[in-house]
C-alpha cells in the first residue's frame, strides 16, 4: 500500500455552493482511505485539500441510492438504498401524531409510538434530492460504481484525481448530467428559450459537466448541505451551505450534521440569521477547548475567530414556479468573528453576544412589514465585515430601540441588546467608533436618552407609580436629524431634549421623587466636541443604538452562563 502526501486545488470556478460540494466531496472520498484528518483550506480563489492518498480508497458511492417510486428499479449490487414513499409515510405519520401538540402533552404512549416513526438523519437532505431533481443523475452514478469491478473502481478514481492535480478533465464517460441543485448556474444563463437549430432539450451544456467531479458534488451535498423547505406552503427550498475556511472534512460534517438538527425557523431573513448565529456558537460549544460533553473530534478553536474555521454560509433560494423550481437568489453570509478566542472567559463572552443576538432576531415578527425590514437589515449586517458591519448594526439598533418601545406598548416581551456586549463589538471590531462610546459626554447623554425612554417604560410596566414621562418620538426624532445634512440639526435636538430631561429631574426632587442626576454643561459640550469631530451621521445613530440598549448587570454577565449549555429552540 503507496501512501503519499497530496494536495488538490480545486477551482471556485461557479461562485456558487457547488464548489463547496466539490470541495467537501473530495475531501470525504480521501478521508475514507485515511487514518489521519483530511483538511479543507480556503483562499480567495480555491479550496485546498491536503491529505495522505492511498491506492486503497473504499469503494461506496458515499451516499444513498433513492427509489423515489415503484418505477425505479434497484440494480442488485446496490445494498445502501432508501425508500422514499416508506420514509414519507413514516413521516406523515409522524406529522399526524404530533400534529397540535406540545412536547410536554405527547404522554407515554404517544412518544412510544413517535420512536418507531423517527425519520432519517439525512430525511430533509432525501426530500429536497427528490424535489430538485437531483436523484435520478446520482442513482445512475451510484448504480455504476457499484457494478463496476474493483481494479475498474480503482482505476478510474486515479484518472480523476490525477485529472485533478493538472487541472485537466477527467474524461471518464460516466453518465452524469447537470443539476441545478448541485450546480446552481446550470439553471441561470445558458440556454435561450429556443436556441439557433437546436431542440429545447438539447444536451449541449453537458460538455462541461465533468463526471468525477459531479460525482464529488454529489458526495458534497450530502456531508455539508443544509437545505429547509420555505413558504406557505413549503414550496420553496432555501439551502444553506457552510463555507470551509480550514477544518477538517470530518469536523465540517458532523458541526453541518448539528446545524441541520438545531431547530432553527422563520422567513427567509430570520432563517439565515438564525442559521448563521448558531453555526458560530456551535463551533464555540463543540470544540476541543470549550465543550464540556461531547466535542467534535478535531474542531479546535483556541487562539481562533469562529470564522477562522468555518468562513461563511452559502445561501441558495429555489423558488417554485408551479410545476418546476428555479434558482432565484444567491448570497453569502459571513459568519461571526467578533472576537479572538484566547481564554475560556473569550468563549463565554462570545457565547454571550451570540445569546443575545438570537434572542433579538426570534422577537422579530417577519410578518410584519416594519419588522422583516429589520430582519433583512440584520441579514446585511452578517453579510459585512469589520467597521462597515458595526455600522450597519449601529443603524439597525437605533431603528429597533423604536421598535422594542412600541411593541412593549402593544404588550409584546421583546428581547433587548444590552451596553456591555454592544461595547466589546465596538472595541473589538471598530476601535475609532469605541472611543466615541468611551466618551463621558457621549454616556451622560445615552444615559439620560435611556431613562427617558426604555427605562421609563420598563418603571410603567412594573407599576411604579412615579415613572417619568416617555419619550415615544425622541428616538426617531435624533435619527431623523442624524441625516439631515450637517451637525446643527443633531445638536439643536439634543440640546432641547437635555433641557426638557433637566427641568423634569428637578421637578421630581422638589416632589421628593427619585430622579437621575443632570447632564452638565460640561457633558453636553463634550458631546458637540464629539459630533463636530465623528459627525452627526455616526454620532447620532450610536446614541439612539445604545440609549436604547439595557444596562448590563452581574446577573447578566458572560460569569453567569454556563458555557457547556446550548440553547433549545
Known amino acids: 500500500m503507496n ?49 495522505n492518498v492511498l491506492d486503497s480508497i473504499p469503494q461506496t458511492p458515499g451516499y444513498p441510492f433513492l427509489k423515489t417510486n415503484e418505477k425505479v428499479q434497484v440494480p442488485k449490487d446496490v445494498t445502501d438504498f432508501v425508500d422514499y414513499k ?65 481494479s475498474d473502481f480503482s482505476q478510474q478514481v486515479k484518472a480523476g484525481l490525477d485529472a485533478l492535480r493538472s487541472f485537466e478533465p477527467s474524461g471518464l464517460d460516466w453518465p452524469a448530467s447537470s443539476v441545478q441543485l448541485f450546480s446552481p ?39 455539508v448541505a443544509c437545505p429547509f423547505f420555505d413558504g406557505p406552503k413549503a414550496e420553496n427550498v432555501r439551502l444553506l451551505c457552510p463555507v470551509p475556511a480550514d477544518i477538517s ?12 438538527q438545531a431547530g432553527v425557523f422563520g422567513g427567509p431573513p430570520k432563517l439565515d440569521s438564525l442559521a448563521t448565529l448558531k453555526l458560530a456558537e456551535l463551533l464555540i460549544t463543540r470544540s476541543q477547548e470549550y465543550a464540556g460533553a461531547n466535542p467534535i473530534a478535531g474542531l479546535f478553536l483556541l487562539g481562533k475567530r469562529p470564522s477562522e474555521v468555518i468562513s461563511g454560509i452559502s445561501v441558495t433560494q429555489y423558488q417554485s414556479l408551479g410545476n418546476a423550481k428555479a434558482v432565484s437568489s444567491i448570497a453569502t453570509l ?50 459585512l465585515r469589520g467597521e462597515g458591519s458595526i455600522r450597519a448594526l449601529i443603524d439597525l439598533m437605533a431603528r429597533y430601540g423604536a421598535l422594542v418601545l412600541r411593541a412593549r406598548e402593544q404588550g409584546r416581551r421583546v428581547a433587548q441588546f444590552s451596553t456591555q456586549n454592544f461595547g466589546r463589538l465596538l ?67 439634543i440640546s432641547e431634549f437635555i433641557s426638557k430631561y433637566n427641568s423634569e429631574n428637578a421637578r421630581r426632587r422638589e416632589l421628593n421623587k427619585s430622579a437621575p442626576r443632570n447632564v452638565t454643561t460640561e457633558e453636553f459640550s463634550s458631546l458637540v466636541t464629539l459630533i463636530d469631530t465623528h459627525h452627526a451621521a455616526t454620532v447620532g445613530p450610536m446614541l439612539c443604538a445604545y440609549g436604547s440598549c439595557r444596562v448590563s448587570r452581574d446577573s447578566d454577565s458572560e460569569d453567569n452562563h454556563d458555557l457547556n449549555q446550548t440553547e433549545t429552540d
Not at 470541495?23 to 491529505?51: C, K, M, Q, Y
Not at 436556441?195 to 458526495?219: A, I
Not at 472534512?249 to 441541520?260: D, F, N, Q, W
Not at 421609563?456 to 415615544?472: C, G, S, T, V, W
Request: hydrophobic fraction near 40%; charged fraction near 25%.
Open 185 to 223: 448556474n446550470a439553471a441561470k444563463g445558458y440556454s435561450r428559450l429556443k436556441p439557433d437549430s437546436t431542440e429545447r432539450n438539447d444536451k449541449t451544456k453537458e460538455q462541461w459537466t465533468d463526471p468525477f467531479v459531479e460525482w464529488l458534488r454529489y458526495r458534497g451535498y450530502f456531508a
Open 86 to 150: 416508506a420514509e414519507k409515510a413514516k413521516a406523515d405519520r409522524r406529522k399526524k401524531l404530533t400534529q397540535g401538540k406540545s412536547k410536554k402533552s405527547l404522554g407515554p404512549e404517544l412518544e412510544e409510538l413517535l420512536k418507531q416513526e423517527t425519520p432519517l438523519l439525512n430525511w430533509r437532505l432525501l426530500q429536497v434530492l427528490n424535489t430538485l431533481q437531483g436523484d435520478e443523475t446520482s442513482n445512475r452514478i451510484h448504480a455504476l460504481i457499484q457494478s463496476m469491478t474493483p
Open 334 to 383: 459571513a459568519l461571526p468573528g467578533w472576537l479572538a478566542i484566547n481564554s475560556r472567559d473569550d468563549a463565554l463572552a462570545f457565547l454571550s453576544i451570540l445569546e443575545e443576538h438570537q434572542r433579538v432576531v426570534r422577537s422579530l415578527e417577519d410578518n410584519h412589514s416594519d419588522e422583516i425590514g429589520l430582519l433583512i437589515q440584520y441579514r446585511r449586517f452578517l453579510e
Open 427 to 493: 472595541m473589538q471590531n471598530a476601535q475609532r467608533l469605541g472611543d466615541v462610546l468611551n466618551d463621558t459626554g457621549f454616556q451622560a447623554v445615552a444615559a439620560a436618552i435611556r431613562s427617558a425612554t426604555v427605562s421609563a417604560q420598563a418603571q410603567k410596566a412594573m407599576n411604579r407609580p412615579d415613572y417619568r414621562e416617555i419619550r415615544y418620538d425622541l428616538l426617531p426624532e435624533l435619527r431623523r436629524k442624524s441625516s439631515l445634512p450637517g451637525n446643527p440639526p443633531l445638536v439643536q435636538a
Open 249 to 260: 472534512v470530518g469536523a465540517l460534517k458532523e458541526i453541518c450534521g448539528a446545524l441541520r
Open 3 to 51: 501512501e503519499e502526501p497530496s494536495t488538490f486545488l480545486l477551482s471556485r470556478a461557479t461562485g456558487t455552493h457547488g464548489d463547496v460540494f466539490a470541495a467537501v466531496g473530495l475531501a470525504d472520498l480521501l478521508s475514507d482511505a485515511n487514518d489521519a484528518p483530511v483538511r479543507i483550506r480556503e483562499t480567495s480563489s480555491s479550496f485546498v485539500v491536503t491529505a
